[in-house]
């Protein structure tokens, strides 16, 4: 009888083993891919965009809630995915992954069949943009650009399309000084050219039209954007697809893959990149100073690294060679070169080398109160041109120090197995501009004062109007009562400052839904002041008509905010990103608000299933529905 019980025992046993073995593995099972990533350390922070394909179930939806994540010797890292392609209904069949190389060691792709919502702090953002200034008659900027902003300040303006001072600017790169709120002309640092140009006596360039653009990836990593530009007779077209990696330090990379195409051959200088030279200074326009010129240039040439001295305060009108396009100085291989100050550098790396040097500086403007020079180091060739595609290539654009060109250089090919994602992407047509007419009343201004002002170097008061989207779109000075602007539909916040001998005063606001061509009436006073307490930390936002109008965060007890006077606005009181206060008030000429609410301290300890401590670093965000 006991045998007969345990044949029976053993039975259950193999029918128990055999049902569970046909029960699928838990939704929450992992699948791990190893990356063979063995690089220097000193490479630290180099972005991997890498292709990945997954074999095994990879459920997601997007590229906000998936179950792709990386590991670092064990440790979640922040990362990225795009470019998903599914094999069924949420389940990734393949997509790139992006991360920062942490240094040598173990790297992991760890995925499954169970989702969930991304959590990373989002470091990069990108905006469609249009900016405006004429600071003197004549003498404007308008431009159509891509913002790249890193954790709330702007890093740089891609430009589509428009003009500074009548230099074309399609397919271009302004570099915006380190630490920047915003893209307004003072805030330039230096200037870089991917557009095609040549040049027999008269110059033409694919700067000077956009085709199409396209914003292709905007992640919390990374971002990408498209852009096809030609010359007006159609003659030289430029595609360029330009990646912006976030970066924890100083160091700053943008990648382009850039294709030149010209439908007709010649003979004479063509250029396919150049770093400009642009330094200009005003004693009486803020705007206007910008820029820097560094003293030298170095670069890999034929025989190695070679240095030229740059003249940073040319005083002639002609162009001063320093390197004449003739003397067929050439990149080699590895092909790089800076403009440095031998330690601060902005840097070309290209992947194809043979490239013709060529540099030269020239004072532009030369006038009591404003002083403008430039110049450039441009690549390229010389000689007989042929039709077709011209270059073909990835070019980074590197900003750190100049000691560090070398790492810098290695990194450029190490990494390139590592990098994926640098096709061209395609393009769509641009949106519509309109022509709007601000015209203010109740204050005037003298004619063409900002241009007096410059030409005299005498503080003559003017008005200036500045229009707001989140970001300054554009600055324009009032002449005979108007500004006007060209800008695309939207809802805008516009703003009248003063500037006279006291500084700049803000004396009107109003707010406009734009969808055509329009004029707006704006009534202006005298500047205010609002003076609000609250806890430190708090961020205070000023609200007319339900735009924000002014934006500060409490770093003291107390705070000043100018805002013009006689008017009605809402202050609303976040902490954290919980709306803690809200108020209606009006301005007369000077106002106090006060407001206080208590604030806790909250102390996450956390241990692992033993009751230890946690032996790798850990990223705690706290979100909630009413934030």
């Not at 053993?10 to 063979?36: C, F, G, N, T, W």
């Not at 308008?142 to 397919?171: A, P, R, S």
């Not at 190490?414 to 009343?441: A, I, Q």
Request: net charge negative; aromatic share 12%; with cysteine.
């Amino acid at each position: 009888m006991d045998g007969d019980m345990d044949t029976v025992r053993m039975a259950l046993v193999v029918v128990v083993v055999l049902m569970l073995s046909a029960v699928p593995a838990r939704a929450e099972d992992h699948y791990y891919q190893k990356i063979d990533l063995h690089l220097s350390d000193e490479m630290k922070f180099q972005p991997v965009d890498i292709h990945m394909s997954f074999e095994k179930p990879c459920a997601g939806k997007d590229e906000k809630r998936h179950s792709i994540r990386v590991l670092y010797n064990g440790r979640e890292i922040e990362s990225q995915i795009y470019d998903i392609r599914f094999k069924g209904t949420d389940d990734i069949g393949s997509c790139n992954v992006v991360f920062l190389y942490q240094g040598d060691g173990e790297y992991l792709v760890r995925y499954g069949e169970e989702m969930e919502t991304v959590t990373y702090p989002d470091h990069v953002e990108v905006t469609d943009s249009y900016y405006a200034i004429e600071p003197l008659p004549g003498y404007a900027a308008k431009l159509n650009y891509y913002g790249i902003w890193e954790n709330g300040n702007i890093l740089f303006g891609i430009c589509q399309e428009g003009n500074i001072f009548h230099v074309e600017m399609g397919n271009k790169v302004i570099k915006v000084r380190e630490g920047a709120d915003s893209f307004k002309m003072s805030n330039w640092a230096q200037t870089f050219s991917f557009a095609l140009f040549h040049s027999d006596g008269t110059e033409t360039g694919s700067d000077e039209q956009l085709v199409g653009k396209k914003i292709l990836v905007d992640g919390n990593l990374m971002a990408r954007v498209a852009l096809d530009t030609a010359s007006r007779d159609g003659k030289l077209e430029t595609k360029a697809t330009y990646t912006y990696y976030y970066s924890p330090v100083n160091e700053k990379r943008v990648f382009v893959r850039v294709q030149h195409e010209a439908r007709e051959s010649w003979k004479g200088n063509t250029t396919y990149a150049y770093i400009a030279f642009i330094k200009s200074k005003s004693r009486t326009i803020n705007e206007l100073n910008m820029g820097n010129i560094f003293p030298y240039t170095h670069f890999n040439g034929e025989m190695g690294v070679e240095e030229y001295a740059i003249d940073t305060n040319p005083e002639s009108k002609e162009f001063q060679w320093i390197i004449p396009s003739t003397d067929n100085v050439r990149l080699g291989n590895p092909a790089w070169i800076s403009v440095d100050n031998r330690k601060d550098a902005y840097a070309f790396i290209f992947s194809k080398g043979g490239l013709t040097v060529s540099a030269g500086v020239r004072e532009e403007v030369g006038i009591p109160g404003l002083e403008v020079d430039g110049g450039g180091v441009s690549l390229g060739e010389h000689g007989s041109i042929g039709r077709g595609t011209r270059y073909d290539g990835v070019v980074e654009l590197f900003i750190g120090e100049y000691e560090h060109m070398e790492r810098e250089v290695n990194a450029f090919s190490s990494f390139m197995p590592f990098r994926n994602g640098f096709e061209l992407g395609e393009v769509e047509r641009e949106r519509e501009k309109h022509n709007l007419t601000v015209r203010v009343h109740l204050r005037h201004t003298i004619p063409f004062s900002s241009y007096l002002s410059t030409l005299t170097g005498l503080p003559i008061p003017f008005i200036e109007i500045e229009l707001w989207n989140d970001h300054l779109v554009a600055q324009d000075a009032v002449n005979f009562r108007t500004a006007s602007f060209e800008i695309p539909e939207g809802s805008y916040v516009v703003k009248a400052y003063r500037h006279g001998i006291r500084g700049k005063t803000f004396i009107g606001v109003q707010s406009l839904d734009f969808k055509e061509d329009a004029t707006l009436h704006l009534f202006c006073t005298f500047q205010g002041e609002l003076h609000v307490a609250a806890p430190e930390g708090s961020t205070i936002l000023i609200l007319k008509d339900k735009h924000i109008v002014a934006r500060e965060s409490m770093n003291a007890l107390e705070i000043s905010i100018p805002l013009p006077a006689l008017a009605t606005y809402t202050v609303q009181v976040l902490y954290r990103g919980f709306l803690m206060e809200e108020e209606s008030f009006f301005l007369p000429f000077s106002r106090s608000l006060s407001f206080d609410f208590d604030v806790h301290e909250f102390r996450v300890v956390m241990k692992d299933t033993l009751g230890m401590a946690v032996g790798v670093n850990l990223t705690l965000l706290m979100t909630s529905d009413d934030m």
